[in-house]
């Protein structure tokens, strides 16, 4: 699969250190101290290297880690994992599958249904609200959000 990955001089000069840290650099940003941990309004979660859809509001869930956690990518081909044996445990590492940009682990910890816990680093992601979807060009998953959440969901 080719992959929407700028050119580094390029995610340089846009990114913050601490983005390219964690994105490019498998860098993990403090827990409680990032933009995304106690986000609580409806909207998408996007890789913020190549603007793809990762995450929906409508998944994410307090995990008390104090990072932003998901039980679900918005499609499974939006996000592919791989071992990362940096750590004393091997722990399932996350990455956007267009641009390969690394953006946190995935955990068998998480709540019913799926057990997953996608727990993300907020650097590497830029969300986008509801209201915003339609002027960011992310008018298509309007209908993501068009009534309450189903019983289940996160946020029901």
């Given at each position: 699969m080719?992959?929407?990955?700028?050119?580094?001089?390029d995610?340089k000069?846009?990114?913050?250190?601490?983005?390219y840290?964690?994105?490019q650099?498998?860098?993990?940003?403090?827990?409680?101290?990032n933009?995304?941990w106690?986000?609580?309004r409806?909207?998408?979660?996007?890789?913020?290297?190549?603007g793809?859809?990762?995450?929906s509001?409508r998944?994410?869930?307090?995990?008390?880690?104090?990072?932003?956690?998901?039980?679900?990518p918005l499609?499974?081909?939006?996000v592919t994992t791989?071992t990362?044996?940096?750590?004393?445990?091997?722990?399932?590492?996350?990455r956007?599958?267009?641009?390969?940009?690394?953006?946190?682990?995935?955990?068998?910890?998480?709540?019913?249904?799926?057990?997953?816990?996608?727990?993300?680093?907020?650097?590497?992601?830029?969300?986008?609200?509801k209201?915003?979807?339609e002027?960011?060009?992310y008018?298509?998953?309007?209908?993501?959000?068009a009534?309450?959440?189903?019983?289940?969901e996160?946020?029901?």
């Amino acid at each position: 699969m080719s992959t929407d990955r700028p050119d580094d001089a390029d995610l340089k000069a846009r990114l913050t250190e601490l983005q390219y840290r964690v994105t490019q650099c498998e860098g993990t940003e403090p827990p409680f101290d990032n933009a995304y941990w106690d986000e609580h309004r409806e909207g998408l979660y996007v890789d913020v290297v190549s603007g793809e859809p990762l995450f929906s509001s409508r998944d994410k869930y307090d995990s008390g880690t104090g990072w932003p956690s998901f039980t679900r990518p918005l499609r499974p081909d939006a996000v592919t994992t791989k071992t990362d044996r940096r750590l004393l445990l091997p722990r399932t590492e996350v990455r956007a599958a267009a641009s390969g940009s690394h953006l946190g682990h995935v955990f068998g910890d998480g709540p019913r249904p799926s057990g997953q816990r996608y727990c993300m680093n907020s650097a590497a992601l830029r969300f986008i609200a509801k209201e915003d979807l339609e002027a960011g060009g992310y008018g298509e998953y309007l209908g993501l959000f068009a009534g309450p959440p189903e019983a289940g969901e996160p946020g029901a």
